[in-house]
């Protein structure tokens, strides 16, 4: 195949398990092979990195692989505890949560980071589902930068005072006025931010968003979550 400059990349599909046997016509728009991976055959995606030069094989995890592996794992019970903490009866979870569960335990976020990227997209959820990624990245950061001022450990976020602070920082960000959400503190990291906004990119469809190199091994299940979500 013929590669030019520029930095490119180009996308396929092959038969799960294949050693690079392209399936469809390559292309660098990333959501049609999205769309083939949404199929009931198991498959992996292609890249051809024109920028390093390089031919990825990305093996696709399946919905119940994600799901045993969040069960197991600390990733679970930081879900539950923003569910316990959203300040009313009924939390805003949607597809979007538990795709952001799934890439957080992928990417082996931190907690103060799934945590951060979690409050956000709740937040967004509830105020606006159509917020920008500029205010939801902020909002990410702000939500993580303050956890970490606070001091508190992983095991203490987990206790029922944790519960307590994750709730504080909910009325915080839903109480703040919205020319504030997209303000990005300096100094703080910002993973949070990358988890939220990938997510946003592939519930939405929107895979040249993506910044995380794990994002791309969820392109199955997140296509399967918009499917189900439409029908």
């Known amino acids: 195949m013929k590669k030019g400059g520029g930095g490119v990349r180009q996308f396929n599909v092959q038969r799960a398990g294949a050693d690079f046997e392209p399936l469809l016509s390559w292309s660098t728009d990333p959501t049609i092979s999205a769309a083939a991976l949404s199929g009931p055959d198991a498959r992996d995606l292609l890249v051809i990195d024109e920028a390093t030069d390089t031919l990825k094989i990305v093996p696709q995890l399946s919905a119940e692989t994600l799901l045993d592996r969040v069960a197991h794992s600390i990733y679970g019970r930081l879900a539950d505890q923003v569910t316990a903490a ?74 029922p005072a944790g519960v307590t602070v994750l709730r504080q920082l909910f009325h915080q960000l839903l109480d703040q006025d919205a020319s504030c959400d997209a303000y990005v503190p300096l100094g703080c990291d910002t993973r949070a931010g990358k988890l939220a906004q990938d997510v946003v990119a592939l519930t939405t469809g929107h895979l040249t968003a993506l910044t995380l190199p794990t994002a791309w091994q969820l392109l199955r299940v997140a296509g399967t979550e918009r499917q189900l979500h439409r029908d």
């Open 86 to 159: 959203w300040p009313s009866a009924t939390a805003p979870t949607t597809p979007a949560t538990y795709l952001l569960v799934d890439l957080a335990a992928m990417d082996h976020a931190t907690v103060l980071a799934t945590l951060g990227a979690l409050v956000a997209l709740m937040v967004a959820q509830h105020k606006d589902a159509a917020v920008s990624l500029a205010r939801l990245n902020g909002m990410a950061g702000q939500a993580q930068c303050w956890l970490q001022q606070l001091g508190l450990s992983e095991h203490q976020l987990l206790l």
